[in-house]
DNA sequence: ATTTGCATGTCGACT
DNA sequence: AGTCGACGTGCAAAT
């Protein structure tokens, strides 16, 4: 009845319990069950894009009786099946990736290739992915007096956290007395995010795609 | 043929384009496409967890010809269909969402309910989400003598993030002139957060579920 | 295999 | 509506 060895999507009545880095329940209704080929098992309810239960690829299916029983390493979906309303295998499924364009990195470009209208500063030497002790920067630039100026980029608005993550690695370059400025750069701010920039005597740079 | 009143699983011959937070493209290719009764739209490649395309809870879907328009505040999503392999309407979709244990919470709970256990140190308040200027703690200890123990508890590995997270609240602390521990609570803690720990000064609780 | 940080993160809670 | 933090975050790239 169910091909355990092919795609499908099974809608069904049913419970599911889950087991793994946390512990779940689903209580007895109606669900979209999909089964993909690399082992994911995805459960659907009828709102939010998010999937009310899943396994990700790699898992293994079972079939016992009437349940379904998908593992992982760690962790176990155990579906019960009590009724299947409309089972339908997915026959040449495609496993095209999304391409992608406005990224951060396009960003982080568009701030290097023209520095001058960001910071009106001569510089030196200016680098992508700068490596910290405190992980990488988005973007460095250094003045030819050695003055770091850390630019921390992101694609949509920025929030408090990301003012938090620039400090950090303007401590970082503070702690090996190089002389730094932390500038946050991005579309759009939160207010917040505003307030604790100024705190830190960070600057914000507005940049758009 | 595609009735966009009720929520429907439909495979197809199709390919996607994507506007909004970025732009992308899906190649034409068989997807799964879903619709829920939210009005979020999801579109499923044969592997992985997470749907290529997307739109969330409160779009509106349209047809027009061929297209199916799926449309946001400031999102849009157009699914060019060239061949319809099944449609399937999903009546009577439940809605009923997960019931979760081993949260958090409860290891919140643990802490403070045993906190001897952990800090050995008589405490006259403990407190959960204490509010602070940077948001709340997930727990606070208060000595006599008014000496702030700020644990900052995760469920399962804690990383170098939530040391940062941790830092704010306790040089938040700090500022208000009250002398701060901090702790980073949490089952498993990853190897780089240990060294930041350290560096900090602050200190790993082990707790477990 | 493990760690790190991005993401159209999503989602919920609270202001 | 805007902000903030949790999440079984998922996921890919780098170590």
Redesign the interface.
């Known amino acids: 009845m169910i091909d355990i060895t092919k795609?499908f999507?099974l809608?069904a009545l049913c419970s599911?319990e889950?087991d793994g880095?946390?512990?779940?329940?689903?209580?007895k209704?109606?669900?979209?069950i999909?089964y993909?080929?690399?082992g994911?098992v995805?459960i659907?309810?009828?709102?939010?894009?998010k999937?009310?239960?899943?396994?990700?690829?790699g898992s293994i299916l079972s079939i016992e009786k009437d349940k379904l029983i998908s593992i992982n390493k760690k962790e176990k979906i155990t579906i019960d099946i009590i009724e299947q309303i409309?089972y339908?295998p997915?026959?040449?499924?495609?496993?095209?990736?999304?391409?992608?364009?406005?990224?951060e990195k396009e960003l982080v470009d568009k701030i290097a290739n023209n520095h001058k209208l960001f910071i009106n500063i001569e510089f030196a030497v200016i680098e992508r992915e700068y490596r910290t002790d405190s992980?990488p920067v988005d973007l460095v630039c250094i003045t030819p007096n050695n003055e770091y100026h850390i630019i921390e980029v992101k694609?949509?608005k920025a929030t408090i956290n990301h003012v938090?993550?620039l400090r950090?690695y303007v401590d970082q370059m503070q702690e090996n007395d190089f002389k730094s400025y932390g500038y946050l750069a991005s579309p759009e701010i939160g207010k917040n995010a505003v307030e604790f920039l100024k705190k830190n005597g960070f600057t914000w740079l507005k940049v758009d795609f």
């Open positions: 795609p999507m809608y599911v889950y880095r946390a512990y779940s329940t689903l209580e209704g109606r669900y979209l999909i993909k080929k690399d994911s995805i659907h309810g009828s709102d939010l894009c999937a009310r239960n899943y396994q990700q690829s409309n339908t997915l026959e040449d499924w495609s496993d095209s990736k999304i391409e992608i364009s406005r990224t992980g694609r949509n938090t993550q950090k």
